[in-house]
């Protein structure tokens, strides 16, 4: 094998000339192709060894390429957040294209939208969207191949099958590997209609673990891998400095002191939202204007941000978490909601209530917390501007960098490397346009790296919320009306259409948002990653005030949403709902509860159900999560093992904000700045164990990185109230009397 050119972009694709199509040269980024050995030297892991390199790939279409040696690269279009997507999008591709799964290297794509598509890893979206393009393309390539293999037997296709990158001519015995027609592949007319698999011939799709994770090599050897990881010739580090509260805006400060400094190159200042400029939805960004310094070293970088003296203007209200929950306390009490759903008549069912059940539930702002810090590497001159780094919406940010830049898109190239976390944060790509700034303002290529205290105190954060719940009771313990009145920081967290709407004769959701300067946005799950623990744990209230069992009240209203639904728009299906909560009942042996502290949730979102129960015990006042079972209905499951990760990562990550997590502000200074101040999840805090469970209903895959998070808060908040006989309604729920 020859040596390939490492971290040469201008090599990413590099297309040359070549009889019969397309021939690619294959580069990947970040040495991803490089061959290993089986068994990594000291490191004690056994790793299935990667496919020899061919010299020619054969660019069957723009996901596959194929060298002459049959070994097949599969390019991942979406962005990797840590959602297993660069394995199990190329695994839909490799399915219907039949080759052997460990034959296959996986490339991630650039920025290519007339190529890829939907190039965004956001709201649990990117299988689901791409399942049957990608089905298809790999079904194309396959016809292309066995077009090509026909051609060169001389017999007709639909002699031929195909086979682990084989084509197969049975009746002559004779067969030809995917590298031998792959050239000439590449040369055929594509149809506009290919034939795909029945799910039962799957071989990848659904198989259990063991199946290779394309990143898992270099995950566990620390090898170059984040956009942290970055090096090019000649680049510089930048860092910022913000003002140091909300509200406020930089006038002066110390530029010519820092620009003295030992390694410092460069002291500018730069505004990220031109006035006048039209930006992109993910341009989210409190603070635009910024100091940019610029040195040979991160270490003196940081070293100069510590040095500047600034003098800042107030431009906008100071604000406090107190000031927060107060107004939308005041909103909720004593204003009149925009009303989003009614049905029925709700006054008049809560007048003839036998009994009426309400409560209040709270939770703070919260950061997203990335175990990778924000950072993007840029290379912008008058010419054209190059970018790579971890960002969930690349197509906006080349279109912001055009406009800050006054460069045409085709000449803003973005890559993309892997992130180490998102949850939300990556889809505003402040940095990443910051970075651009800054290496147009000093003409040189930089990677801009925040701190911690940066991207903590800079965030675009979860908004804090508050609802409030009414639930009328009839004398047999029917739930005969529903009111939630829900409130937050830049907008309500209330789905007016989900469940229990459509399971109560008389409904009624009003929604309040106040405005604030701080900024806020997507956080994993959005909106539900609260509404769905509130909910669960009143609908826990309502069930114990109705003499009920909480599986069993819930299932009541599932049924009469299936037999007879309220209203004329559900976004839930009730049947699949009230399966998993089933299944759920059945996996965690619900009906067996002795000595157990339990509690239960179920709740749709991004496509997907989920029900949990969780078991918990108290030690030494301490909480501790013994067991969760988790029944999933989200359709095929396309990577067994990437599934279970996302399920088991959203239920540690859920039960952790939930105890812990709160961002407040005094003064619109957010008084947590890193992780001595921030607490998280702790090892020895997880679940002992969980267990996951996912329905076989060979529907089309729907969502999965967020679903399982939202709920279990909910059962958090059921099984603490079983276990210590005191309800919580407040995020987190740790407190002096509940220690975390």
């Not at 990577?639 to 990562?649: D, F, K, R």
Request: aromatic share 8%; charged share 25%; proline share 6%.
């Amino acid at each position: 094998m020859k040596n390939q050119p490492r971290n040469n972009r201008r090599n990413f694709l590099k297309v040359s000339a070549a009889a019969g199509g397309g021939l690619l040269l294959g580069v990947t980024w970040l040495t991803s192709c490089d061959r290993k050995p089986a068994i990594e030297a000291g490191t004690g892991f056994q790793m299935p060894p990667e496919p020899e390199l061919p010299e020619n790939w054969s660019e069957v279409n723009a996901f596959v390429k194929i060298g002459e040696n049959g070994v097949v690269t599969i390019y991942s279009p979406n962005p990797e957040i840590g959602q297993n997507v660069k394995t199990s999008m190329p695994m839909i591709v490799a399915e219907e294209l039949d080759v052997d799964w460990k034959d296959v290297i996986v490339e991630q794509a650039g920025l290519d939208t007339d190529k890829f598509s939907r190039q965004i890893a956001g709201g649990s979206q990117s299988i689901r969207q791409g399942w049957e393009g990608l089905r298809k393309t790999g079904a194309t390539a396959r016809f292309l191949l066995v077009a090509a293999a026909a051609e060169k037997l001389g017999v007709a296709a639909s002699e031929l099958r195909t086979e682990n990158g084989t084509i197969h001519h049975d009746a002559s015995g004779r067969s030809l590997g995917y590298g031998e027609v792959a050239t000439a592949a590449s040369g055929i007319e594509a149809p506009e209609e290919v034939t795909l698999k029945d799910p039962k011939d799957f071989t990848i799709i659904g198989k259990g673990k063991g199946k290779k994770n394309v990143d898992a090599r270099k995950i566990v050897t620390g090898k170059p891998l984040f956009g942290i990881d970055l090096q090019e010739p000649n680049m510089l580090v930048a860092g910022i400095v913000h003002p140091p509260a909300f509200g406020l805006e930089l006038k002066s400060f110390n530029e010519d002191e820092l620009k003295a400094m030992p390694g410092i190159r460069h002291v500018v200042r730069i505004n990220s939202k031109p006035d006048g400029a039209k930006m992109q939805w993910s341009d989210v960004n409190a603070f635009p204007n910024l100091i940019a310094i610029v040195g040979d070293k991160t270490w003196q970088v940081f070293q100069a941000k510590k040095a500047v003296r600034a003098e800042w203007e107030r431009t906008s209200p100071a604000e406090s978490s107190n000031q927060h929950r107060t107004e939308l306390a005041d909103l909720i009490n004593t204003c009149k909601g925009e009303e989003a759903r009614r049905d029925g008549d709700p006054e008049k069912a809560f007048a003839e209530a036998d009994r009426i059940v309400e409560a209040t539930f709270s939770a703070p702002f919260l950061p997203h917390n990335t175990m990778e810090p924000m950072n993007f590497y840029a290379d912008v001159n008058d010419e054209r501007a190059l970018l790579n780094g971890p960002i969930q919406t690349p197509e906006f940010l080349r279109k912001t960098i055009s406009t800050v830049t006054g460069l045409g898109e085709e000449k803003v190239d973005i890559q993309m490397t892997r992130m180490g976390g998102g949850f939300g944060r990556r889809l505003y790509g402040n940095f990443g346009v910051e970075a651009a700034l800054i290496s147009k303002a000093v003409q040189a290529p930089v990677k801009l790296v925040y701190t911690r205290e940066d991207d903590m105190t800079q965030g675009t954060y979860r908004p804090d919320y508050l609802v409030h719940y009414r639930a009328a009771l009839d004398a047999d313990g029917n739930l005969t009306a529903f009111h939630v009145k829900g409130a937050g920081t830049n907008g309500s967290p209330v789905f007016a259409n989900r469940f229990p709407a459509g399971a109560v004769d008389n409904y009624l959701v009003e929604n309040f948002s106040r405005e604030s300067n701080v900024s806020t946005g997507a956080w994993r799950a959005p909106r539900s990653n609260f509404i769905a623990g509130a909910e669960q744990a009143f609908l826990d209230e309502v069930a114990e005030a109705a003499g009920k069992d909480p599986i069993d009240f819930r299932l009541a209203l599932f049924d009469r949403a299936i037999n007879d639904p309220v209203g004329e728009k559900n976004d839930y299906d009730a049947e699949r709902y009230a399966g998993v909560l089933k299944l759920v009942r059945e996996k965690s042996d619900w009906d067996n509860t002795a000595g157990q502290h339990r509690g239960v949730a179920a709740y749709y979102c991004h496509n997907s159900y989920v029900a949990q129960v969780l078991d918990l015990s108290i030690k030494n006042d301490r909480p501790r999560v013994d067991r969760v079972v988790c029944a999933v209905d989200c359709g095929i499951v396309v990577n067994p093992e990437g599934a279970l990760n996302q399920i088991e990562g959203g239920i540690i990550d859920g039960i952790g904000h939930a105890m812990f997590g709160a961002l407040t502000f005094t003064d619109g200074k957010p008084d947590q700045e890193n992780y001595d101040t921030y607490r998280l999840i702790r090892h020895a805090e997880a679940p002992r164990s969980i267990e996951t469970h996912f329905v076989d209903n060979g529907i089309a895959p729907t969502g999965l990185g967020e679903p399982s998070l939202p709920p279990i808060s909910g059962a958090l908040a059921n099984a603490l109230y079983k276990a210590t006989g005191t309800r919580v309604y407040d995020q987190p729920f740790a407190n002096p009397t509940l220690r975390g």
